[in-house]
């Protein structure tokens, strides 16, 4: 059985940082494109990075409002994608998702981790 687990969140104070977690089981991670997401409270989800398969040498993608700010990774000994958050800000604040794929039609999704940025 594919899952994804997500873990990381928090609150945290504006410029502060934070690193999530996206543990996968049932499959190889570094044998999928992987993607994090996220959804503010009102907002439609969106896109924030993506970290290609080795088939793809691992490229990885950043939303604008997240680049320079955020940097995904892998480890593939413990099957995990990794979103490390520095200098957050209020308008990070939403659920984080990580997806079995980079595009929203993602077959496989986690249950999420709140984020919240606030002094």
């Known amino acids: 059985q594919v899952q994804l687990v997500e873990s990381g969140g928090g609150l945290v104070q504006p410029g502060g940082s934070l690193r999530l977690s996206c543990t996968a089981s049932?499959?190889?991670?570094?044998?999928?494109?992987i993607g994090w997401f996220r959804q503010a409270p009102g907002k439609e989800r969106e896109a924030v990075s993506c970290i290609g398969s080795r088939m793809r040498d691992g490229l990885t993608l950043y939303a604008g409002s997240v680049k320079g700010r955020f940097t995904i990774s892998r480890d593939n000994a413990k099957n995990t994608v990794y979103l490390q958050m520095n200098s957050l800000k209020p308008e990070d604040t939403a659920v984080y998702y990580c997806?079995?794929?980079?595009?929203?039609?993602?077959?496989?999704w986690g249950q999420g981790t709140q984020v919240t940025v606030s002094s």
């Open positions: 997806a079995s794929d980079c595009s929203d039609y993602a077959s496989q």
């Open positions: 049932g499959f190889t991670m570094d044998d999928n494109d």
